[in-house]
Structure formats: C-alpha cells, structure tokens
C-alpha cells in the first residue's frame, strides 16, 4: 500500500494492489479514526497478505458503492479494518452499535426540547448519509425484530423521510426533478436533502449460528455485500505484535522466553484450529475462547521484562499467568477446579474438543516460570504496619496493578466477603488515582451507562438560540456540548463517561448483574485499548493507545489516556451467561479470580487487627489475654465450619466481616463491663450463631453448627453435652435473653445521657422534633433487654464501621416498636421508607420531577437522612427486589451510592480520602499554575460529592427468611453488611406483663393462661408442627377485646384469630388442644352460628338500620306434596302459582315449574311472568319416596333431551341470536389475543416510567408537571429476559392451561327470571368458545361428536372458513381450555375437555368420589354422539353444548359443590405439570355465591384458591339477592374475587382476566 498524486489535479490516492482509492480531505478531521495504523505492525506497507487482502475488497466495494457486511468470530478484527481503510484514506466516520434496546429514534432522529419548542436531532445514520461519511453498524445480530428495516430504503435507494418533515433522496434525483417542468414547489424542494454520494455503510455482526443472536433478516441480508472475516493465521499474528526480546539464549537448562513464546503461539494456532474443527462439526464453536490481537500482544507484554514510572519492577511470569490474563475467563487456566473450568470454558464443547483443550491447558501449566514469578517488585509497596492483604489477595493486588499499568482494563471476580471492595482501596491508593464507583443493574441499557437525559435552565447560548428550527445540527452542536438554552433538554455524563474525560479508574460495580447486550453498548469505552510497549532503537515510549467513543448526545469523546475500567463481579455459575456476557462479547479485558479466604487467611487478619486494638487503645494485660482467648476461640470455630460446611452448606461459611463485628462485639462487651467476661465460649457461641442467623436456618444446618460448635469447644452454656444432646430445639432458645431478662433492666434519661441496663449513650439534639418517634411502648424484660443489646450496637457503630443494624424475626414480634422506643429515648429524628415489590433503586434514592419544563430531582429519605444525619429505618427489606438490596449494599459496604443526578454519598471517610488525594496532586504541581488549594466544602461542591453526615445511621427491619414468609434473599446478599438482632418471642413473664399493660382489667389468671398458650403455640411452630407463627400482637388482640367487651366469654375472642383455620380441622384440633390444655373451652370443630356470639345470644335482636324489601315474592302451597309428575300445559300461559295442575307454574307442588317443590325438574314459564318462591319449611316436608321418584324423572328426562339436541334450522337462529350479543366482545379479546401470542419473545414499551426515553406522546403533559413522561424498552411481568439473554426458555410468554368452571345449577334457571344469570352465563361460554381457538387432535381418539353428522364450519372463522384455523394456530398453541360445570348433582360435569385429555371419566374426575360427592347422575357412560369435544368447535358443538349447560340446570338436583369443583378444577390444572415447564394455570370458577344456605365457607374457599402457587384460581360471584356475593368476596384472595353485579357484566369480567393472564 502507498500514497501516490496524479496531475493536476493533485488528487491523492491510496494504492492497495491495483485497486486505487481516493483520499478525502475531511471537514471534520476529529471524526477520521486515528491510532489504527500500528495495530498491524510497525510498519503497514509490510502488512500481512490476510489483511491486505481485506483491505482491497472493502476498497473495491466502496468504489463500487456498495454497502458491506464483515462477520467472523468474537474479535476486535473485523471493527479494525474497517477503521484502518478510513484513517488511510481520510473517511469520517459514524459509529452505532446495535443492542437490543435499539430503536428507531436511534436510526432516524429523536426529540430534545429546547426552550419552549420541541426540535429534532438527527441520528448517526441520517448524519453520515447528509454528509458523506462511513456509517460503521456494530453488532447486528443483537436487533431485535423490525427494528433494522428502518434504514432498508437508506440502503437500497438512499432514501429515508425523516421525522421532521424532510425527505433523504439521491443528489441526482433531486437534480432532475429540479430540471423537469413539473420541478417540486419551493416548500418541498427546501425540504429535499441530498445523500451525500460517499455515504456507505459497514455493519459488523456475528454468525448466527453458530453464536447466539438473530439471524438477518432476507430483505436486509440482501442488500449487502459480505466478507467472512477468519483470526489471522499463526505467522500473520505474530507479525501484528512485537516479538523482540523472545530470542532463544544457549547453554541454559531452564526454560526460556523462546520456550515461552512457542507456547504461546502453539496455545493461540490450537483455539483457532478447534473452533474451525467446530463449526465444521456444528457443535460448541461458540465455547472456544479467542486469543485477539490485543490479547495476543498483552500476553507478550506481562512475559517482557519492564519497568513501570511508579518505580516497580515488573518481572517475567509463567506462560500460564500470561495467558490466564489474556484469555476471557482465562483465570480458568490457572484452576484445576472442574466446575470453574466448566463453566469459563463452556461445557457445550463436544468431549474431543474439550480433550484438546484440558490438553492445552495441562501442557501450559507444566511450563516451569523464569527465575522469577512475583509478578510485581514494588519499592513503593504497603508498609508491614498497614499491609493487611491476604497471600492470595496479594498475588491478585500485584496482577492488577501490572494490568492496569500495561493499559489493560480489569475484570475482578470474586465471591462475597473475598475481598475485592478492600483490593481495590489499596489499588487506589497506591495508585494516587481516584476511582468513581459506578453500580450497574439489570434494568440498564447501554446508553444508559453512558449518559442520561436531563434539562437545563441556562442562559441561550448562540447555538442553542438556533436550535427552534426543525431540526438540530449536532455537527455545529459538538463543540458546544455543554451549552443549553432555557428548559432545555441535554445529556449528562455516567460515572464512566466522567472518568474516561478525566483520566480517572471507573468500578463498574455488578458487572455480573447488567444486562450482557448493555455491555456490548459500551464495548468501545469498556474495551481495552492497545498498549504498545518501549521500543529505545526507534526512539518509541510506551504508549496507550488514543480511542474516541461516540456518546449518546451525538458528541465524539477522546477518551483519557489514564482512564481505567475495573469492573466487579461474581463469577458465572451458567455455561451459557459466560460465553455471552464475556466469551463473544470482544470486551479484551484481563479476567482475575479472587478466591475466597480461608481459614487461615481470617485467622491472620485476626490476630493483626487484635494487636493493633491493643497497641491503640493501650489495654490492659489482663483484658489482652481475653481476647487472645477469645479469639482462639473464634478461629477454632471457622475452622470446624469451614470443615463442616463444604459446598453443600455456604451459609455456614463465616466471612472476614462476620468474624471482625463478632470482635468488635467482644471488645464493645469488656469496654462496657468492668468485669471480665465470665464464659468466653457462651458469648462466642451467641455472636457467632447471631452473625449468621442460625436461628433461621434449617434444622439440618443449624445441627451442623452445633456440631461443629462443639468440636471446635465452644460451648453455649456449661451444659452443652446435654444441649448437643436436644438437638435443635433447644437450641432454639435464647440464653442471652434470658440471661437479660433475669437483670433489672431499666431505662433512665438523665440530662443528655441515655442508660438501658449497662450502656449509656450520649442523646442527640433534634432539630425538628416532629420527627422524633412517640410510639405507644409499654415495658417489659425481654424488650428491655432487646433495647439494651440495640443501644450497644448504636453506641459501638461510632467505633467502627458498621453503622448498620438489622433487626429480623417473625411478624408481630415488635421489631418496629423496639426501634422507635430506641429513637425516643435518644432525641434521634427519623426518616422512614417502605420497601416492597415495586421498590426501584431510583424511587429509593430520588424521585425525578418535571417543574416548568425542568426536570429535577427530590431527595428521598434515604438521602435525606444521610444528609443529615438522622436515622432510616428501612422497612421489610426483604420484600425489595434483589438489585435494590445491592444497591444498599454498596451504601454500607462501600460508603458509596451514585444518585440519578450525578452525586456521590460518600461515606466521612471516603470523602476525606479523596480530598486527600486531591490536596497531594495539588501540592506535587506548580501552585501557581494549578491555583490554590480548594477547602473541602468546595471541593465536594465542585465534585457532586454529598458527604454522609457522621450521625447517619440505618435500622434494617426484616421477617426471618423461609416459610411461610416469602421474602427474597436478603440476608443472603448483604447479611453480613448488618449488625444483626434476632427478635425472639417474648417469654412469659414479659409476655404477662405486656397483656396486663393493654388490658389492666382482665383477671391476671386469664392473661397468664393466655401467656402460657401462645408459648406452646410458638414450640409447636419451631418444632415444625404448625406452620403458622402466633405472636404477641394475636395475644395482645385477644386481651385488648376482653378489655372492651368484658361481657364476652374468653372463648369468643380467640376465635377472631382461629377463623382462619375454620376449615382446617388438623390444625384447629391441634390449636384447640394446646387451649384446652391451658382451661380454655375452644372446640376443634369451628363454632358457627348463635355459638359465635357473646352472652344473651338467644335474645339479641337488630334494632334500626336502613331496610331494603324483599325483591321475591313469596309463596304458599295450596295443596299438599305427593308424587312428582309432569303437569298440563296451559296453552294460555296463565300465570299459575302454589297449586299442583299444571306445568311452569311457580310456588307449587309436584309438578315441573320453578319455585315449588316436589317437582322432577325446573320448567321456565312460557309467559315469563313472576316466580314466586315457597319456604325452605315448605320445601323439607316433600317425602324421601317422592324426592327419589323426582330424581328418576329429571334423570330420564335429561337423556331424552341429550338426545333431541341437533344443530336444526331454530337451534342456528338462536345460536346467531347469543353470538350476535356477544360480537364486538369477542372481535375485541379475539385482536387483543392475538396480537400478544404475535409478540413472542420481544420486549414491549413500558410506558409511564420515571425514566427511560422521553414519550412523544407525553410531551405536554411533562411540560405542564406530570412526572410520568418517560418510555423504555423492557419486559412485561410474564418476560423476564428474550431470545438474547441466558436461559432463553425463561423469556417465552408462558402457555396457557385455562380451566373454566361453570355453574349449572338449578338456582341459575331459577333466577334466570330475576337477573337473566343463566342466559349470562350462556354468553360467557360462548365468548370463550368463539375467541379461543383450539387445535385439532386426532379424531380417532374421541374428539368432537361424530363425524358422521354432516358439521359444518370450523373454530375460528366467520361463517365457517377454514382460514380463522390457520390464522389462530399461534394462539391455539398457546392457550389450551376446558369447560366443566358444577351443580347440586356433581362438581365435575365436562363440556369441553382439553385436546391431550381422553373422553369420559378420569382419575381426576375420581377424586371428587374419593371426597365423598359421588358422581353425578348424569355422568353414565353415552353414546358416541354425545362425547365431549376436545378438538376444533363447528357452531353444531357450541350450540350443543349451551344446550346441555341449559339442560344440567334444568333438571339437576338442589345443592351447590363449588367448593369441590375448584378443587377437582385445580388438580386437573396441574395434571402433568413439571418444574420449569412454562405453563401458566388458571382457573376461572363461575358460581352463584349460593354459599350460606349450603353452609359453604368462604374461609375454606380461599383457602382451596390458594392451596397451589402453580395455579391462579378466579372466583366470578354472580350478585345473588342480598349482598352476599358482596361479603364473599371481601374474604378471598385479593384480585381473584370478581363480583358481578350485574349478568349483563359476566362476559366483559371474562375477557378481562383472561387478557390480564398476559399481563
């Protein structure tokens, strides 16, 4: 390759081969890719033959002017070719690259306001298309569908409308249209925007397959022109990157750099043969990792003797160091550790592949280190006082400091408590470098960690002041960035952004936990840039090299040539997260391991810190012998759990910050106690089982902390054999407490002091007392005791770190009492958050606002309180998502949380550390240049730094984790971030004097009888028998209602807290036994009725009140009951009441009718007149004879009917008649349906948001002050992840197995005349018939009716078309129904089954006998033609089985079993389900709520409702007279009772939970 210039035109040209290429003078030099050219050797025109063969085909396309597409494997290679041709030939360049949150305001143009208009900014591709320049397309394979389309018109046509009116067109288009006589208007000519005719477009993808993404789609494909893009071959490579100092020296034994560089190359041509041998195969090419060209040279670099400007000396190291640096996950190399190598290396390798590689890796590691291998000889190192690293945290300390030295970015994986928050406190200050903390989540993108959208209310600068036309020049606008007009939008810069314009180190914290695509966003900035090392013969430093990064905002950014990236994690447990989120991401970062400590390790880091108290704190020879004891003790513990613990048990591995709060616990005890410690062991064993909750553990875990207690020799009590001997439960038992509860304990507040038992603490003065608790707190020992321990841990936080408190047990306990009791008597002021479920990191810290077309931000009261120094209490901790806890985690862990607006907590300490550092750099330059030193409020001012104040503490409250608490993993995540408090029960004697504090005039043997009660309540819920954990506040209910109503007997008041167990007899017998046991008269039988009142129930009567009438009319039989038979019909439809002649009558006797009794069936009244209805006394005098021959009757009726039902020329009319009144609902369900089975995996617009992209159609209402403006791109509740992310089964919309339960009682025909229900429910029915396709299944089986009975039409389509089957094959997949009903005759009457089940009877429908029921009267076996439908639905089906839902209800028997037809309903629900099958189960149970006059409890409803979280059980309550539907389902589980007032109502509520399954 050469330049060379032809006249006279004095055009310079690129000469590559014979292909000639001109070079472009660019108008914009800062947009020419720089730095490029050395990436290939120091000298391009001796380039390798691959590359230059490349470079002349990308040549020749663009002077062809075709678009290109370059895949190939997971490296930097095909992005630095493309980026090498345009700083040869002087290009402009336009970089986008794809993630899955890519959308078409970033391909076209997006909204900023500006002032009081709205303009737009064009995008990188409109940019580069107006001005010539290369627009490079990164990462293609990662679009979601459609998005990409957008530019296909760009390609093909180079033509694209934009958003503000303008419409892209070829020059030479616009040229002839201009020549024509019919040339465009002024308007629209000045609206047409030539392409500029060097537009070209490079997009750069992987392969799919075999790597994981979406393959292109045809349209898009075929408009460009592709090139594979292979690794460089062993010698080209080699070439690429500096070899010098690897010549082979002589007469030596060892193994020298030569040897080094063999293996290296043997380790670099091996992956490169393997992955072509896979793909050939097409098994795990995506698992082999990739050696780049970069990580190839970095390999060299850490082999080469150097030296650094800190002044170390950088010596040789192994190859299999070398290389464990270079490789992604490469710390895998350097482990024999199966499972880690499985997992970094990718266990979908086929086992010859895997042999090659254990055999690479096996050799590299036989490879014996030059003379020397520390890594790092520091002359600036630790002194021996301060140096507290562990031997392993040291090597990793030394690797990284090399790494970053050697310009190469870091990935720092490590277990929690390993260690890596301290690591990178000794890096920074070593380094004299500040580190920005940035914390990432899951919901990120990567624009996101880039920059964000803010505005500003500056004054209008020039450029902004031209910036009301339609659209924004970003070109004119660069060099301008920070310049906005009044109530402009604009974008502010990460933490990442922050420290790449400065030069500082950014921790990208939770590396593990983003999205991996959002990593990919930030490639340019994450990845490491080259490093080119010393070369004196050519008179060459080493030198970083130069990167620009294109952000957001549209601004090209120089990246610092000190910036540093360190990013922390956990290392990945999933083959298929390590190779997307580090194997094929191309983020050429050096991967270090930080393995967790060890016993050893805490042991040492013990005995220091234990001499360095001693030495500071000049204690006594006495008191320094007790903690040696002492922490004997506790080392011995570690080492037996350790022991014990293994893989299986991680929660009983004690971590580096367990061990130091159980010292400083241990030193708080001597400091506050005169005397010594009289039993080291007990306090040991109390700290250490408080530290990790062993409370809470499983028995089986909490008995191998016993064991290993006790053969570490630490004993809870002298008694300890006697103890080991009881097993858990006694364990259970608090000693402390009660230890604590045996002393008078008192609370005494003199002038500024506090003193609970024998710790005093100083109080705060408040400022605002208003915000001082005031709680209702009565006294007793054992929370005096609690507050006594909580004042010790506040008073000690102001010694040492932990300025956390975590108070956990279960509910009722009084954890929110204790801290507010705690807070009154110390004057603190308190700030207090909820967390739950919908807890997002930024409601937890600011809450965003638009104010005058500004958006600013409110502190919440966490930031408050740090401000401030008041206290947080942070309410159910544990119900927050899992990435707000770890946010959390950072505030206490790391003294540092970045708010939304750009400011950083910091904690005192990390504050003034920076400001230290900042005073050395300012004193190490010229004062007089520099400028003087700022105070430190100005520069925390200058720095958004928020410095904590120095009183700021939290009080964590938390249920204890398990069943049947369903919290998340709090205590698992951060638990070892707290001061922990575990909030046992009260004992009994605290427990009396609690009770007698609410209710002074309850007799004291009846608050004592109580007490004891609940205590035996509680040992049978630690003992597993009950599930439910009574408290003091049911205690305390009970006696508060003894104390109102003294009138009531005991009994009557501990049934409010036993109701509901009412339908549980095997835990109300045991309840009931522990309260008899104790004098108390509770039955295990639930009281109903009279029984459930107080003293006087026989004479109370309701006086007064508003009266509704009775809408029935009333009956009384004219004649007496004899046998049923089935009337005359008046062919004058008279209306006939109470006699016993003719048929439809009401009121009567023996004959078929409605309201009567005696009658074999219901019969409707031709003339629809009035029912009237006999009395339930009226109704039992009908004898048993006449009963079982109306029984027959209605029996043999209703197989007369199943007969006659056909589709006949009436049966259509009134088929057409209910689906004409249900048309528009089913169109409705039937569009909304399937435009979600059409989304599958994709993610949607959650619109609404605080944050994300600014909502087009929010743009007023954001202008006038609403706050929920904001759009992003993300998952609905039942998508959690897409296609792109690990475990992509996760992220398909759950099928659906839907059970309909219907109610065809007789009570739906007999107030069919009231209220129309049963014609309603007839509606209902066919709207799921209609709009739910089915799948055809096998006729042989028995599905449908017979065939040979001439049906016409099919599901799905209007008037019968066989297109409506096809159209709704995805839904029919997705969602599979079932129709049963349920009446007085049985709970499981099958209308429609599902397509896999079989017709007639199943074990399922078994169950129901097994409970007792029976089967029903009508479920004898029939004839082919009635089989129950299983496959599609012709109208004939639906009209049939409306019929036979008509004819169940007209002659079943009275009753109602609907508490057994949702239980049948559930367990057919769940038949064949399977962990992680991805089938989402519904039940939908229609039912009359008929409930109290069958004695159905809505207790025992909601109980069977809930009885399966795999299955979500609806209750429709059809409004009965009176408002009992109303009562029932206030007791039911929240948003699964529907109420119905009105049956016109039912089919809406239908669709309405149906569409909400998807939601």
């Not at 991680?650 to 030193?667: A, F």
């Not at 839902?1445 to 559930?1466: K, N, R, W, Y």
Request: proline residues 5%; hydrophobic residues 35%.
């Amino acid at each position: 390759m050469r330049k060379s210039t032809i006249a006279p035109e004095t055009q310079e040209y690129l000469e590559i081969g014979d292909v000639k290429l001109p070079i472009n003078t660019p108008k914009n030099p800062e947009l020419v890719p720089s730095g490029n050219l050395h990436y290939w050797g120091n000298d391009l025109d001796q380039a390798p033959s691959e590359v230059i063969g490349h470079l002349r085909w990308i040549a020749q396309k663009s002077l062809l002017g075709q678009d290109i597409f370059l895949t190939g494997p997971p490296t930097g290679n095909r992005r630095r070719l493309i980026l090498t041709l345009a700083e040869l030939c002087g290009w402009e360049c336009e970089y986008l690259m794809i993630t899955k949150d890519t959308t078409e305001s970033d391909l076209k143009q997006r909204r900023e306001i500006v002032g009081d208009s709205v303009v737009w900014c064009d995008a990188a591709p409109v940019r580069a298309a107006i001005n010539g320049r290369i627009l490079i397309i990164d990462g293609m394979e990662n679009a979601e569908r459609n998005v990409l389309p957008t530019i296909n018109n760009l390609l093909e046509n180079r033509e694209m409308m934009l958003e503000d009116g303008r419409f892209l067109m070829k020059g030479d288009t616009i040229g002839k249209l201009k020549a024509e006589d019919s040339a465009p208007s002024d308007d629209l000519s000045a609206r047409l925007v030539p392409v500029h005719p060097s537009f070209r477009v490079v997009a750069l993808g992987l392969p799919v397959p075999p790597y994981h993404g979406r393959v292109l789609d045809p349209p898009l494909r075929s408009r460009f022109q592709s090139r594979f893009i292979d690794e460089l071959s062993l010698d080209d490579a080699l070439h690429c990157v500096d070899t010098s100092g690897f010549a082979a020296s002589r007469g030596v034994d060892k193994v020298e750099p030569n040897e080094s560089l063999k293996a290296v190359a043997s380790v670099y041509e091996g992956l490169r043969v393997m992955r072509s041998e896979a793909i050939r195969e097409g098994s795990g090419a995506a698992a082999v990792p990739s050696l780049s060209i970069d990580g190839l040279r970095h390999c060299l670099n850490i082999l080469r003797p150097s030296s650094s400007n800190d002044g170390a000396q950088h010596n040789p190291t192994s190859v299999v160091n070398a290389l464990s640096r270079s490789l992604p996950l490469g710390y895998a190399w350097r482990s024999k550790d199966t499972q880690t190598s499985g997992v970094a290396l990718g266990s979908s390798l086929s086992q010859k592949h895997k042999t090659m590689l254990n055999g690479m890796m096996e050799k590299v590691r036989s490879l014996e280190a030059p003379s020397s291998d520390a890594v790092l000889n520091s002359t600036t190192g630790l002194a021996p006082g301060e140096k507290r690293l562990t031997a392993q945290q040291q090597t990793v300390y030394d690797e990284v400091r090399h790494d970053l030295t050697l310009g190469r970015n870091v990935c720092l994986l490590g277990g929690k408590g390993s260690g890596k928050s301290h690591l990178l406190g000794q890096i920074a200050e070593q380094l004299q470098q500040d580190m920005l903390v940035f914390p990432v989540f899951q919901e990120m993108s990567g624009r996101d960690m880039l920059q964000r959208r803010g505005t500003s209310t500056s004054t209008p600068s020039p450029v902004a002041a031209t910036a009301t036309a339609t659209a924004v020049d970003v070109d004119s606008a660069r060099n301008n960035s920070g310049s906005a007009s009044a109530s402009s939008s604009l974008w502010l810069d990460s933490p990442l952004v922050k420290a790449a314009r400065v030069g500082k180190i950014c921790v990208l914290d939770g590396v593990d936990r983003v999205d991996a695509q959002a990593l990919l966003g930030i490639r340019s900035i994450v990845s490491s840039p080259t490093y080119y090392p010393p070369q004196p013969q050519q008179g060459f430093d080493g030198a970083v090299e130069v990167r620009e990064i294109d952000l957001p905002s549209g601004e090209r950014l120089l990246v610092h040539p000190d910036f540093r990236l360190i990013c922390l994690g956990v290392p990945p447990t999933k083959s298929e997260d390590a190779r997307m989120r580090y194997l094929n991401s191309d983020l050429n970062l050096s991967y270090h391991l930080l393995p967790d400590m060890t016993p050893s390790d805490i042991k040492r880091v013990v005995e220091q810190s234990t001499s360095t108290f001693c030495e500071a704190e000049g204690v006594s020879a006495t008191v320094r012998d007790q903690l040696k004891r002492t922490d004997a003790l506790i080392l011995s513990a570690v080492s037996e759990l350790y022991a014990t613990a293994g893989r299986s048990s991680p929660e009983l591995r004690p971590t580096l910050r367990h061990i130091q709060r159980v010292q400083s616990s241990v030193r708080a005890k001597l400091s506050n106690n005169s005397s010594r410690i009289s039993d080291s062991g007990s306090l040991v064993h109390r700290l250490m089982s408080q530290a990790l909750l062993v409370r809470f553990l499983s028995a089986a875990s909490a008995a191998k902390f016993e064991q290993a207690m006790d053969d570490a020799g630490v004993q809870a009590s002298p008694s300890g054999s006697a103890k080991k001997r009881n097993k858990f439960m006694k364990f259970l038992q608090n000693d402390a407490q009660k230890q604590d509860v045996e002393r008078q304990i008192s609370v005494d507040i003199a002038n500024n002091t506090v003193t609970i038992g024998d710790v005093t603490c100083a109080r705060r003065t408040c400022t605002l007392p208003e915000l001082v608790p005031q709680p209702l707190f009565h006294e007793n020992a054992s929370h005096l005791a609690v507050l006594e321990s909580l004042l010790l841990s506040y008073k000690a936080s102001y010694k040492n770190t932990d300025n956390s408190v975590l108070l956990i047990g279960n509910q009722g306990v009084g954890k929110n009492k204790l801290v507010d009791r705690l807070l009154q008597v110390l004057n603190a002021e308190r700030e207090y958050i909820q967390l739950h479920r919908d807890t997002t990191i930024q409601s937890l810290t600011l809450i965003p606002l638009l104010e005058h077309g500004q958006l600013t931000y409110e502190d919440s009261p966490l930031v408050r309180a740090a401000q401030s120094g008041r206290i947080l209490v942070c309410d159910e901790v544990d119900k927050a998502p899992l990435e707000v806890i770890c946010v959390l985690k950072g505030l206490i862990g790391d003294g540092e949380l970045v708010l939304h607006d750009g400011r950083r907590l910091l904690s005192p300490l990390r504050a003034q550390q920076e400001y230290q550092h900042y005073t050395k750099i300012k004193a190490s330059t010229n004062t007089a240049r520099a400028g003087a030193v700022a105070s430190f409020e100005a520069f925390c001012t200058a720095n958004q730094i928020v410095p904590m104040h120095p009183d700021f503490r939290m009080f964590v409250l938390a249920n204890r984790p398990g069943h049947p608490f369903q919290g998340n993993a709090f205590f698992r995540e951060c638990g070892d971030l707290f001061s922990c408090h575990v909030i046992e029960n009260l004992d009994i004697q605290s427990e009396v004097a609690l009770l007698q504090a609410f209710a002074p005039n309850v007799p004291e043997p009846t608050v004592k009888k109580l007490a004891n009660t609940f205590s035996e309540l509680r040992a049978l819920n630690d003992s597993g028998v009950l599930s439910y954990p009574f408290s003091a506040r049911e205690a305390v209910a009970i006696v508060k209602h003894l104390q109102a109503f003294p009138q009531d007997p005991t009994e009557i008041a501990v049934e409010d807290i036993l109701g509901f167990d009412g339908m549980n007899p095997q835990v109300r017998t045991v309840v009931a036994e522990v309260f008899q046991s104790n004098g108390f008269k509770i039955t295990a039988d639930a009281p109903r009725g009279a029984s459930l009142n107080g003293t006087g129930a026989a004479a109370m009567r309701i006086k007064g009140g508003r009266r509704e009438g009775d809408p029935l009319r009333q009956s009384i039989p004219r004649t007496g009951s004899n046998m049923p038979k089935h009337g005359k019909i008046d062919p004058d439809n008279t209306p006939h009441v109470g006699g016993n002649t003719w048929a439809g009558g009401s009121g009567g006797s023996d004959t078929a009718g409605l309201g009567g009794r005696g009658g074999p069936y219901r019969m409707q009244d031709p003339g629809n007149h009035p029912t009237h209805q006999i009395s339930d006394a009226d109704k039992a005098a009908v004898s048993k004879e006449s009963k079982e021959a109306a029984a027959a009757m209605g029996k043999a009726a209703f197989e007369k009917r199943l007969e006659e039902i056909a589709m006949g020329k009436t049966d259509y009319q009134v088929y057409q008649q209910y689906r004409q009144n249900i048309a528009l609902q089913v169109t409705q369900l039937r569009e909304i349906l399937n435009d979600i089975s059409s989304r599958g995996k994709e993610r949607v617009w959650l619109r609404n948001q605080s944050q994300g992209n600014l909502d087009d159609s929010k743009l007023v209402d954001g202008l006038s002050g609403e706050r929920l403006v904001f759009k992003r791109r993300g998952f609905s509740d039942n998508t959690l992840t897409d296609s792109l992310t690990p475990n992509a089964d996760d992220g398909a919309i759950p099928k659906k197995r839907v059970q309909f339960v219907v109610d065809v009682s007789g009570s739906m025909m007999r107030f069919n005349g009231h209220d129309r229900r049963l014609e309603r429910m007839l509606e209902a029915s066919l709207l799921v018939m209609e709009a739910l396709p089915r799948r055809p299944v096998d006729e042989g089986t028995g599905a449908g009716v017979d065939a040979g009975d001439g049906a016409e039409g099919v599901d799905g389509g209007d008037g019968g078309s066989g297109e409506g089957v096809e159209m709704n094959a995805e839904l029919a997949e997705l969602m599979e129904y079932s129709i049963t009903g349920h009446s007085g005759d049985t709970a499981r009457e099958v209308f429609i089954d599902f397509p896999e089940e079989s017709g007639g009877s199943s074990s399922v429908e078994d169950l129901f006998g097994m409970m007792g029921g029976g089967r029903s009267r009508f479920s004898s076996k029939k004839s082919k033609k009635h089989r129950v439908p299983r496959g599609v639905l012709n109208e004939r089906d639906k009209m049939g089985v409306m019929e036979k839902m008509v004819a169940h209800s007209q002659f079943c028997m009275p009753g109602d079993h609907t508490l057994q037809a949702t239980e049948i309903a559930v367990s057919r629900a769940l038949a064949g389900a399977e962990d992680g099958d991805n089938i989402q189960r519904i039940v939908i149970v229609l039912s009359d709520a008929n409930f109290d006059r069958y004695g159905i409890s809505p207790v025992d409803l909601s109980r069977i409702m809930r009885q399966s979280d795999k299955v979500k059980v609806h209750m429709v309550l059809i409004a009965s007279l009176g408002s009992e539907a109303e009562d029932v389902a206030r007791q039911l589980p929240l948003g699964y009772a529907h109420l119905c007032s009105e049956s016109s109502d039912l089919p809406a509520i239908l669709r309405k939970i149906l569409v909400s399954s998807f939601d």
